[in-house]
């Protein structure tokens, strides 16, 4: 079975600084998904960015990008130019790819909490 | 286009009680996943409905079960609560047709609150 974890339980950073989010996770597959999810006091989770196993290139949503590294499977979360907003908890996920048994469920992580300083 | 909803928004029950929440998932979307998540313990995998059917469980006890509608509609029940129960329950629903399954994107509600006391 997949497991997925998150060894910082909090972190904090200040406006307008950069900030990386640690992601470790195991797996015998060799193809699949990893995702970071945010989420806000509403509770409600959001998909910050997503990266496909197969792809060399670390993936880049604005001011958000990864570090995939697949032989150490790590997948850490960079936020560079911090903004309030930003404040949330973060969790890492991974999904399966091609197996039908699980559909689009996800594995994730114990979540980071992470403190914007103005 | 509505989101994920799930009601209630907040449910505190008794010990032994049971809990019935309910989700509707976004227009078009055929599966519904259920999310505990308990106090430091991110999300753990309920279960997962698709076209009515559940497909895939958590490792959860039997009291937690549930049901899909013809209208994708989904909910979960929690019969003889404990205390531990206590948790937000977060339903998330996405795309599964046939056997192409779309890549992996899931759109969460905001949760129902559960309180066991």
């Known amino acids: 079975a997949q497991t997925v974890t998150q060894s910082q339980p909090e972190m904090s950073v200040q406006e307008a600084e950069t900030v990386t989010l640690s992601c470790t996770y195991d797996?015998?597959?060799?193809?699949?998904?990893l995702f970071w999810y945010k989420q806000p006091p509403s509770r409600q989770m959001i998909l910050v960015i997503r990266?496909?196993?197969?792809?060399?290139q670390n993936a880049t949503e604005n001011r958000f990008s990864v570090n995939f590294q697949k032989a150490a499977k790590s997948f850490s979360l960079k936020i560079s130019d911090s903004q309030l907003g930003d404040a949330a908890m973060y969790f890492c996920?991974?999904?399966?790819?091609?197996?039908?048994?699980?559909?689009?469920?996800?594995?994730f992580g114990a979540g980071t909490i992470l403190r914007v300083k103005s | 286009e509505a989101g994920v909803t799930q009601s209630p928004t907040h449910l505190i029950k008794t010990r032994g009680q049971q809990a019935t929440l309910r989700c509707s998932p976004i227009?078009?979307?055929?599966?519904v996943y259920w999310y505990q998540q308990a106090l430091g313990l991110g999300l753990q995998f309920l279960l997962w409905?698709?076209?009515?059917?559940?497909?895939n469980r958590g490792n959860f006890p039997p009291r937690f079960s549930g049901r899909q509608f013809p209208n994708y509609s989904s909910e979960l029940n929690v019969n003889a609560l404990e205390l531990e129960d206590s948790a937000l329950y977060l339903c998330?629903?996405?795309?599964?047709?046939?056997?192409?399954?779309?890549?992996?994107?899931?759109?969460f509600g905001e949760g129902s609150r559960l309180t066991v006391l």
């Open positions: 998330a629903s996405s795309l599964m047709r046939g056997l192409v399954i779309r890549a992996g994107e899931l759109f």
């Open positions: 797996t015998s597959e060799s193809d699949y998904y």
């Open positions: 990266q496909e196993a197969y792809k060399q």
């Open positions: 996920a991974y999904r399966s790819r091609g197996q039908m048994e699980y559909g689009n469920k996800l594995v």
């Open positions: 227009s078009g979307h055929t599966s």
């Open positions: 409905y698709d076209e009515g059917e559940e497909r």
